[in-house]
């Protein structure tokens, strides 16, 4: 099995900063890309950013400028820094991974559970 556990959610003033962590733990062979989706009360899910096991990037618009993200291919671990956050921003953020397990030829997504990104005055 493969688990990953976010961290690093909570509420902050419009205009703040988060730091959002994931890590990828158990049967893991490869890590393929990480990133992180959101998802707000009524929208669909969307893409925040991406990342290739290489360090290409991708974001979209909406974080542009604003979000970073990294990562820590030792620890299996996916880093979203989140800037001058908007009221439009609040949602449940997701953590992903494209792995392959041991055993195995093909990668699959795996995703965490989520965690709570609230910008509010």
């Known amino acids: 099995q493969v688990q990953l556990v976010e961290s690093g959610g909570g509420s902050v003033q419009p205009g703040g900063s988060l730091r959002l962590s994931c890590a990828a733990s158990?049967?893991?062979?490869?890590?393929?890309?990480m990133g992180w989706y959101r998802q707000a009360p009524g929208k669909q899910r969307e893409l925040v950013a991406k990342i290739t096991s290489g360090g290409s990037t991708n974001y979209a618009d909406s974080g542009k400028g604003r979000f970073t993200i990294s990562r820590d291919n030792a620890k299996n671990t996916v880093y979203l820094q989140m800037s001058s956050l908007k009221p439009e921003d609040t949602a449940v953020y997701y953590c992903y991974a494209n792995v392959r397990r041991y055993f195995t030829a093909s990668f699959s997504d795996y995703w965490g559970r989520g965690t709570q990104v609230t910008a509010s005055s």
């Open positions: 158990g049967n893991i062979a490869s890590v393929n890309a």
